[in-house]
């Protein structure tokens, strides 16, 4: 299906575009199935690939992409905050938001992990 939509993609520029969430999650069976996919794309096709991670994503297909790094700095300040208030309501004195943040490389997700790490280290 995927395919002959993009085979027969109507009007507009004649560019098609495939999004793939996540695509530090494929198996390398996925990978190995997706670049022979990506082998037969019609011309003026862009696959635009998504990842928390890139050194999960497989080599043959990391080789084949443009990689461009993106953060979410503006989310920066009050995740801090809302870390901070967790680190409170459970006790734990002295927690510095930002510099969880940073030490997460700017990943939200990251730093509350790194916390509920710290928190259960506590226990």
């Given at each position: 299906?995927?395919?002959?939509?993009?085979?027969?993609?109507?009007?507009?520029?004649?560019?098609?575009?495939?999004?793939?969430?996540?695509?530090?999650?494929?198996?390398?069976?996925?990978?190995?199935?997706?670049?022979?996919?990506?082998?037969?794309?019609?011309?003026?096709?862009?696959?635009?690939?998504?990842?928390?991670?890139?050194?999960?994503?497989?080599?043959?297909?990391?080789?084949?992409?443009?990689v461009l790094l993106m953060t979410?700095?503006?989310?920066?300040?009050?995740?801090?905050?809302?870390?901070?208030?967790?680190?409170?309501?459970?006790?734990?004195?002295?927690?510095?938001?930002?510099?969880?943040?940073?030490?997460?490389?700017?990943?939200?997700?990251?730093?509350?992990?790194?916390?509920?790490?710290?928190?259960?280290?506590?226990?």
């Open positions: 299906d995927i395919w002959n939509r993009l085979r027969y993609s109507p009007g507009g520029t004649g560019w098609a575009t495939l999004l793939c969430n996540e695509s530090d999650s494929l198996t390398q069976g996925a990978a190995v199935r997706l670049l022979d996919f990506l082998e037969r794309l019609p011309k003026r096709t862009v696959v635009i690939f998504t990842s928390n991670d890139i050194t999960n994503i497989p080599d043959r297909l990391l080789s084949r992409m443009k979410a700095q503006g989310i920066a300040e009050p995740g801090a905050k809302w870390l901070e208030s967790i680190a409170k309501q459970e006790g734990l004195q002295g927690y510095n938001g930002m510099t969880a943040i940073r030490k997460a490389k700017n990943n939200l997700r990251m730093a509350l992990q790194n916390l509920e790490l710290e928190l259960l280290e506590g226990c």
